[in-house]
């Protein structure tokens, strides 16, 4: 086991990401009072000093300790111990180290940022290069036109003269979805002085409730999903059995 707390402490001091499979009981004490008795865990120290403990099965730790916490290893009365605390948010977790099945450790470095994939602003560019999907005759002028109630993810016109506007929803378009629009039609009547403007929401649905003030204030509705780039399942798929 000492070869294993070495290589332990000298992660820790390089601030390197840290993994340790072990046999451990585990005490905390902060966000709340808990105690985990014996058995096999993995413990991950980040470069941040944040801490997670997972047991074997399932994707959510079963504690943790924030980024800038402290970590060490004391030897005290025959038991290994990694006594974490974070003095600021008033928090503790002792792990007391029955066995050590393995250490990894490593200097990771990682500045890339999730891209979603899918969302508004896909939807809005996948309207704009196919406009057809909001009405045959609309020809997509500009994304992200700036108004001072917002950015109008669509601008155009049709061959009847109308501008344009269309508002993209990722999901369900709701009562607020409509309201929105709506100030961006009137914002731009009053910019461009007509009353030639036509207002459309695309969004996978629309609430019952958004759909009715949707008519009434005039404007229209049009199904339409975000880009999937990356799925690999579709639930509109067919199934082998089903040829």
């Known amino acids: 086991m000492q070869s294993f707390l070495l290589q332990i402490e000298s992660a820790l001091a390089k601030k390197e990401t840290l993994v340790v499979g072990c046999s451990c009981e585990i005490t905390y004490s902060g966000r709340a009072e808990a105690f985990l008795p014996v058995g096999d865990r993995l413990i991950i120290i980040k470069s941040d000093n944040a801490l997670l403990v997972h047991q074997p099965t399932g994707n959510a730790p079963v504690n943790y300790m924030k980024p800038e916490s402290s970590h ?144 009434d204030w005039g404007f229209e509705f049009r199904s339409v999903s975000p880009p999937n780039y990356l799925e690999r399942y579709s639930k509109d798929q067919k199934r082998l059995d089903g040829f």
């Open 72 to 215: 060490s290893i004391v030897q005290q009365d025959g038991a290994v111990w990694l006594k974490s605390q974070n003095l600021a948010l008033k928090e503790y977790l002792d792990v007391c180290i029955h066995a050590i099945h393995f250490v990894a450790s490593h200097q990771l470095k990682d500045g890339q940022k999730l891209e979603l994939v899918g969302s508004e602003k896909d939807m809005s560019e996948m309207i704009y290069k196919n406009p057809s999907l909001i009405t045959p005759d609309f020809k997509s002028v500009s994304m992200e036109e700036q108004t001072k109630y917002g950015f109008i993810d669509v601008f155009g016109a049709d061959r009847q003269g109308n501008l344009v506007i269309v508002e993209c929803k990722r999901y369900c378009a709701d009562l607020g979805a409509v309201t929105q629009l709506r100030r961006y039609v009137e914002r731009i009547k009053e910019i461009k002085n007509t009353d030639k403007v036509r207002g459309f929401i695309a969004a996978p649905k629309i609430t019952p409730n958004a759909e009715k003030m949707l008519k």
